[in-house]
C-alpha cells in the first residue's frame, strides 16, 4: 500500500518568514495530492490540491509544487501569520475509484508563527 | 461544515465494553471514512465505504466493524473495547470517486477506554 512521509515533524517561524513543509509518497500510481490544515481542537480542511498533471499550484500565499519523477511534493506558505499555526498534513491517493478511492496521510507538521 | 455531524463528542468506556459512534451527513456524498487521530500517528484509516452496503478496510481495522445500510449514516462500532483504542475518531465524507474530490470531515468524537 502507499506511504507518506512528512518532515519536518515541528517547525517555528518568525512571522513574515516562509514555511515549508516536504512530504514523499511511495505508490507510484498515486496522483492526487491533498493538503489539510488543523488547528488546535478543530478538525482537519482542505487548503490546497494538486493532481499530477500539474506541477505547480498556487493560492494566494499558499503554493504546493509536485516531482512525480522523485515522488515528493511540497507545501509553501509565504509571508506567514500567527493564523496559519496549526498541524498541516498532507495526502497521497488516487483517482481510479472503487477501493483504490482513499488518501494515505502523512504523520502530520506542527507549525508556530511567532509574532 | 455542519453538514457531517458526529455523536457523541466525548465517550468514556471501560475494557470489554461495545461502543458506537455515530456518522451522519446530509450532502448524499456517495463515499464516507473513518479515521483515527493519534499524537505521532497523524491520521489513520479505519474503513471507508463507496455507497450503501459497500465497505472495505482501511490500515487500522482490527477490532472495529461498520455498516452502511443508508447513504446518510456510518456508524463504527468496537465490539469490545481497549485501552489502545482511546484516541480521536474523525469521520468524513467525500462527493465522487470519479474525480477525487475534498474530504469534509466531521468535529470527531474523543473517545476514552478506561
Known amino acids: 500500500g502507499e506511504n507518506v512521509e512528512q518532515h519536518p515533524s515541528t517547525l517555528s517561524v518568525q512571522e513574515g518568514d516562509s514555511a515549508v513543509i516536504k512530504c514523499t509518497y511511495s505508490?507510484?500510481?498515486?496522483?492526487?495530492f491533498p493538503w489539510y490544515k488543523q488547528e488546535l481542537g478543530k478538525r482537519p480542511q482542505l487548503i490546497i490540491d494538486?493532481?499530477?498533471?500539474?506541477g505547480e499550484k498556487k493560492d494566494q500565499r499558499i503554493a504546493v509544487t509536485l516531482n512525480k519523477t522523485a515522488k515528493h511534493f511540497s507545501l509553501h506558505i509565504t509571508e506567514t501569520q500567527p493564523e496559519d499555526s496549526a498541524v498541516y498534513f498532507c495526502?497521497?491517493?488516487?483517482?481510479?475509484?472503487?477501493?483504490?478511492?482513499?488518501?494515505?496521510f502523512g504523520k502530520g507538521t506542527l507549525l508556530t508563527v511567532n509574532p | 461544515d455542519a453538514g457531517i455531524t458526529q455523536s457523541p463528542r466525548y465517550k468514556i468506556t471501560e475494557t470489554g465494553r461495545q461502543v458506537t459512534l455515530m456518522c451522519h451527513q446530509t450532502?448524499?456524498?456517495?463515499?464516507m471514512f473513518w479515521y483515527r487521530q493519534d499524537l505521532g500517528h497523524g491520521l489513520r484509516l479505519i474503513y471507508y465505504s463507496a455507497a450503501a452496503d459497500i465497505t472495505d478496510k482501511g490500515e487500522v481495522s482490527d477490532g472495529y466493524v461498520v455498516s452502511r445500510s443508508k447513504t446518510e449514516n456510518f456508524p463504527l462500532t468496537l465490539e469490545s473495547a481497549t485501552r489502545s483504542q482511546t484516541s480521536v475518531y474523525f469521520c468524513?465524507?467525500?462527493?465522487?470517486?470519479?474525480?477525487?474530490?475534498?474530504?469534509?470531515f466531521g468535529p470527531g468524537t474523543r473517545l476514552t477506554v478506561t
Open positions: 450532502w448524499s456524498h456517495s463515499y
Open positions: 495526502a497521497a491517493g488516487q483517482t481510479s475509484g472503487g477501493s483504490n478511492y482513499k488518501l494515505t
Open positions: 494538486i493532481r499530477s498533471n500539474v
Open positions: 468524513a465524507s467525500s462527493e465522487s470517486w470519479q474525480w477525487l474530490n475534498e474530504q469534509y
Open positions: 505508490d507510484s500510481a498515486s496522483n492526487y
